[in-house]
């Protein structure tokens, strides 16, 4: 009886829109390629910012600022694609761990929409040493993470 | 001289961060990558509105209302992607009229970013009806311009 209850609730999870993860997906390879789409635009245009933090283009504070505004939508889409079961061994895949560590994954993950919200607030000054610095603390918030839950 | 003139003015577009679309890409790979991205982000955030308003899930205006949101906001970047040179044959991608039909495509663009963000309005009013009116003319207005401009 306890299994066909659990099989009942998982039926009517897949009805509930309110959940943030595999329920808003209809098969795992969707929410593999969802969460890869959101981060393929959130790079993008971090990386605006990053070519400007570096002197590789002009600092252009309305750009900055516009950009850095997308960065910090962007940051809370891709984790509701990270669904169980989608894990790999390929570059660029997640660890089992993102999974197996779920508490600390979700805490690297908000550290990083914590510092990508400071680098809009940053980006907001006109300031390019502000933007600079928001831009590397977010940069790392991005690799401490990739460090430890993606295939190198 | 008016060619240096022209070669210079090219170059320096390359380096203004606040031209729209190609400026912002090293390669047209990456501007199609980001479209391709951003379309995907926006579909499957309008496709869970889509299930409520076709009965297939269960209405949570919450819910729809932060999707539309989202959809919303996406429908401002995949634009910036269609960087000229970057049409094909193949289901899915762009037909050359994108660009010789420019205008036209500007127009399509802008109506369904209209459309969503009456989509938007529309889901905030915690109204089943209206939301599903709102999707229906969405809904069209995504399915206009890839009949006029993109390959089946």
């Known amino acids: 009886m306890k299994k066909k209850a659990l099989l009942i609730a998982a039926a009517l999870t897949g009805l509930c829109s309110a959940l943030p993860a595999a329920a808003q997906f209809q098969k795992p390879e969707d929410a593999v390629k969802y969460r890869k789409a959101a981060f ?3 790079a993008s245009h971090f990386g605006r910012i990053g070519a400007m933090a570096q002197g590789r283009i002009p600092f252009d504070g309305a750009a900055a ?4 505004e997308v960065v910090a939508d962007m940051s809370k ?6 669904v169980e079961g989608t894990s790999g061994t390929e570059k ?19 550290k990083m929409q914590d510092e990508v919200a ?7 000054t006109n300031n390019l040493d502000q933007l600079k610095a928001a831009f590397g603390s977010a940069a790392n918030s991005c690799k401490a993470c990739h460090d430890d839950f993606r295939n190198p």
Do not use: C, H, I
Request: proline share 10%; aromatic share 10%; glycine share 6%.
């Open 118 to 124: 400071k680098l809009a607030a940053a980006a907001k």
């Open 65 to 68: 600022a516009a950009n850095a």
């Open 40 to 42: 393929t635009v959130m």
């Open 92 to 110: 660029g895949q997640p660890k089992p761990n993102v999974w197996s560590e779920r508490p600390k994954f979700d805490a690297a993950a908000k």
């Open 77 to 82: 889409l891709p984790y509701a694609g990270f």
